[in-house]
């Protein structure tokens, strides 16, 4: 088993622009993640979310793989632990993270590893990479949502296929499926999800967290209902805002419409 401090074994890199890359780094057991290396993750991912100067993260893994999955040499340690302790579970972290998270997969994501990118926002993949859960083979019982979450994004015929046969899902089938958003050469990986997130910082930071959160939350709900919370959460917003806001709203808008060419038609 590897001895390596979790510190190692979990690296945070911050840019000056507002960009926060995790690197699960434990590259000879394929990124399997051990009980302290959970820890590590979730503590980093809450401290990012609750860091002003970072506006999007990025989540990556050194080597072969994005993550194996649990160390399963320690499974006891690990599934026998509070599996309720948020504080240390890196899935209810990413999945409370008001930041915008990209994922970035190269390799194997495997059944834990599955469920960590199944919380990041969005994903992109390597050509090569490979999504598997493999519960079933192993008589695990999913508890990070991969039993949720999986039908709900491919649909519920394609998840069963995927967990009840534990094959493979491919980078470009999934891209297809509707579950990762791109794929690209390994060597372009991390230059596309930063210009995700390059994308993203452009943007009114206010309105791209509260974006985030209206859609996933929404998605928790029935339509009927999540219309109602877009609703709710859109006369909050309005209400907020100060006659010198609105001001400078229209400001922007007028400034940015006074920039561009004239219309064609």
Known sequence: ???????????VSRDPNGIATVTINRPKSLNSLTRAMMTRLAKEIKALGLDDSVHVIILCGTGRAFCSGVDLTAAEDVFKGDVKDVESDPVAQLERCKKPVIGAINGFAVTAGFEIALACDILVAAKG???????ARFGIFPSWGLSQKLPRII???????ASLTAMPITAEQAEKWGLVNYVVEESELLK???SIAEAMIKNNQDLV???????NDGL???????LSL?????YEYYNGMTKEQF???QEFIAGRNAKKPPSKL
């Open 192 to 194: 596309k999800a930063r």
């Open 129 to 135: 990479a490979k999504f598997m859960d493999t519960h």
């Open 209 to 215: 967290l509260r974006y985030k959160s209206v859609i």
């Open 155 to 161: 649909g519920p015929g394609r998840a069963r296929e």
């Open 1 to 11: 088993m590897d001895q390596s401090k979790p510190e190692s074994l979990i690296l």
């Open 220 to 226: 928790k709900l029935d339509l009927g209902h999540a």
């Open 247 to 249: 001001k400078k709203m």
């Open 230 to 234: 877009e609703k709710e959460r859109a």
